[in-house]
């Protein structure tokens, strides 16, 4: 793997990581759910225009998570909420159709990565569902 894909592969849990603490100390009260939300979204929506950018054309989080972000930094919380259950059905869809079901090789091959890649790649598909479960959640709450 390249050094660039390599980075990549390390993002994946590192911002998944920080992504889930965040969210969790908002739902604790420590920090304000639209800013982190906000973040969180509008990092991965960077995310997904650099992916769509560098050719990866079936990208399309760049929508549901830029609609969030935009929702959350103007305060709509009602629309931040239809964004996060965009969001989180981006992620269900893959999930279900090739992610989650495939075995870790068979996803490692058929996208030319490693096996470590795909081992990361399905812990990140399913940490994102249930952060994202939790964030349409505390939405609903608000």
């Not at 590192?14 to 969790?24: A, D, E, P």
Request: proline fraction near 4%.
């Amino acid at each position: 793997m390249s050094t660039e894909e390599t980075f990549k592969m390390a993002l994946m849990p590192i911002s998944m990581g920080t992504s889930i603490v965040l969210v969790y100390l908002a739902s604790s009260g420590t920090f304000d759910l639209l800013n982190v939300v906000s973040g969180i979204a509008s990092f991965y929506c960077a995310w997904a225009l650099y992916n769509f950018w560098s050719g990866r054309s079936v990208e399309k989080g760049q929508y549901s998570h830029g609609f969030v972000a935009i929702s959350c930094f103007i305060t709509q919380p009602k629309m931040a909420l239809v964004g996060s259950v965009l969001v989180f059905i981006n992620f269900l869809v893959p999930a279900l159709m090739a992610v989650l079901p495939w075995p870790a090789s068979k996803l490692a091959h058929v996208r030319s990565k490693t096996l470590l890649w795909a081992y990361i790649l399905k812990a990140y598909y399913v940490a994102a569902l249930l952060m994202w479960a939790f964030i349409t959640y505390l939405l609903i709450q608000r």
